[in-house]
């Protein structure tokens, strides 16, 4: 199944924890919690490009599975990391964090964010 495609935030889960948590400022917490951010997926082989769009912040990472990379984190912060993939999800770890991306069928994708902190995970479900 190819993550190709266009995925409208439907919900999510634990959000506002998770954030303070990882040390986004209140002030962007709150703006971030009722938006719904749009995922746009472009797959290419074993080359991605996604680019995340929430409110009128554009966050954009492309990388190639296996290869180590740059990313930006929801924070702002450029990291470098290797995204791996097996089967329908993709993996990686910023920060100590641990970002797994799944397509659980055609038209949803399930984002959730794992951390060893106070506020502990995030899940984010998305309609295609």
Do not use: C, W
């Not at 971030?32 to 554009?58: L, Y």
């Not at 740059?70 to 702002?76: F, H, I, N």
């Amino acid at each position: 199944m190819s993550f190709s495609g266009k995925y409208q935030m439907e919900s999510h889960d634990n959000f506002e924890s998770f954030m303070e948590a990882v040390g986004l400022p209140d002030e962007l917490i709150q703006e971030g919690k009722d938006v719904k951010s749009i995922s746009e997926i472009e797959e290419t082989g074993d080359h991605f490009k996604v680019t995340v769009t929430t409110g009128t912040k554009i966050l954009t990472n492309s990388f190639t599975i296996g290869q180590e990379t740059e990313l930006e984190s929801p924070t702002g912060e450029k990291v470098n990391s290797v995204v791996m993939r097996e089967g329908n999800k993709l993996t990686a770890i910023l920060n100590g964090i641990e970002y797994v991306t799944e397509l659980t069928d055609a038209n949803t994708l399930v984002n959730v964010s794992l951390g060893h902190m106070a506020g502990g995970f995030t899940k984010r479900q998305f309609q295609g």
